[in-house]
T-cell receptor, first 115, second 110 residues
């Protein structure tokens, strides 16, 4: 089992609410990622971080924001949720190391429904 | 998909049969990885094949890579009902993050 945790697993929230999806890893990985995935579809990178105080937007435009104040913690925030934000959000981390051939570890995901 | 295509999109087989999934990608890679995702869950890493490797085995899994054709295949031998899941290839180009294919949904009938 990977030591990367996401909370909550499921969230149903009303339009306009502010939400924060939590992601924590205990493996000491520098690289962390947020992917968005609609059911049965491919993953789209929305945010990534190479380390503390380093965050970048991914390939898929997202209204969410992220922060990386501590190595182990990479929360994602939506200031004002909308029904179009309904999706599954997957957090992942990866060892930096000296080599490039490393695997990613994923959390269990947060399934967000905005009503 | 702009990242990678997998074929077939869905596959239904009987327990004991072999399952083959194919992945095609568009850019040069350092390695290609395969992941499994049970319904509504996160992804779990299965196997990694480097760009200078042509074939790799792990238990009932066999992966091939043809960099000249920019394609890979994942073979699961003697499938079990517990293998039912979605399978994704992921390309590591050395930039930013892994990019994922469109996935193959495998259903293994008991």
């Amino acid at each position: 089992e990977a030591d990367i945790y996401q909370t909550p697993r499921y969230l149903v929230i009303g339009t306009g609410k502010k939400i924060t999806l939590e992601c924590s890893q205990t493996m000491g990985h520098d690289k962390m990622y947020w992917y968005q995935q609609d059911p049965g579809m491919e993953l789209h990178l929305i945010h990534y971080s190479y380390g503390v105080n380093s965050t970048e937007k991914g390939d898929l435009s997202s209204e969410s924001t992220v922060s990386r104040i501590r190595t182990e913690h990479f929360p994602l925030t939506l200031e004002s949720a909308r029904p179009s934000h309904t999706s599954q959000y997957l957090c992942a981390s990866r060892e930096t190391g000296t080599g490039v051939n490393t695997e990613a570890f994923f959390g269990q995901g947060t399934r967000l429904t905005v009503v | 998909s702009q990242q990678g295509e997998e074929d077939p999109q869905a596959l239904s087989i009987q327990e004991g049969e072999n399952a083959t999934m194919n992945c095609s990608y568009k850019t040069s890679i350092n390695n290609l990885q395969w992941y499994r995702q049970n319904s509504g869950r996160g992804l779990v890493h299965l196997i990694l094949i480097r760009s200078n490797e042509r074939e790799k085995h792990s238990g009932r899994l066999r992966v091939t890579l043809d960099t000249s054709k920019k394609s890979s295949s994942l073979l699961i031998t003697a499938s079990r009902a517990a293998d039912t899941a979605s399978y994704f290839c992921a390309m590591d180009t050395g930039r930013r993050a892994l990019t994922f294919g469109s996935g193959t949904r495998l259903q293994v009938q008991p």
